[in-house]
């Protein structure tokens, strides 16, 4: 984690490789039974004929399950990197958003360490943050700032 006075960067938790290799096989383990009882229970004959000798799709959801799970562990990271004036967030595939602090109307929290900052124009979710807690305080004190300093007082 980086902070100043300035900036703030998230910290994203590191899911084990043992955890996304357990819910890989579990989603393939899925799969099968799902075959295996549509096989064993319903007409077989059926079943493969509507999915193209169906042992063809078992074979591509194991591929698509193991290239998810490699591309999670080692692809590209998101990153959140809060300042004074933005909050500038880049996705997996590497596009970048550029979010005005002045703009930002809710910031929330969720399940899975989420945080949610919301705009007029959309929301952006980010997973897994460490340092969710620190980043709406930082975040809060900033809006707050800027409130502060565009409100007159009435008199």
């Not at 460490?130 to 700032?145: A, G, P, V, W």
């Amino acid at each position: 984690m980086k902070k100043n006075d300035s900036s703030l960067t998230a910290v994203f938790t590191k899911t084990n490789f043992l955890a996304r290799l357990y819910f890989t096989l579990a989603g393939i383990f899925f799969v099968l039974c799902l075959l295996l009882s549509t096989v064993i229970l319903g007409d077989p004959f059926e079943f493969f004929e509507y999915f193209f000798d169906g042992f063809h799709i078992l074979f591509f959801l194991i591929l698509l399950s193991l290239g998810m799970a490699l591309f999670l562990m080692f692809g590209p990271k998101p990153t959140l990197t809060i300042t004074k004036e933005f909050v500038i967030a880049t996705s997996y595939f590497g596009k970048k958003l550029f979010l005005p602090i002045s703009q930002i109307s809710v910031i929330g929290t969720g399940f899975f360490k989420r945080i949610t900052i919301a705009t007029s124009k959309g929301t952006v979710n980010f997973y897994q943050v460490e340092n969710r807690d620190k980043i709406i305080d930082f975040l809060s004190e900033h809006i707050t700032r800027l409130q502060n300093k565009n409100s007159t007082p009435s008199e």
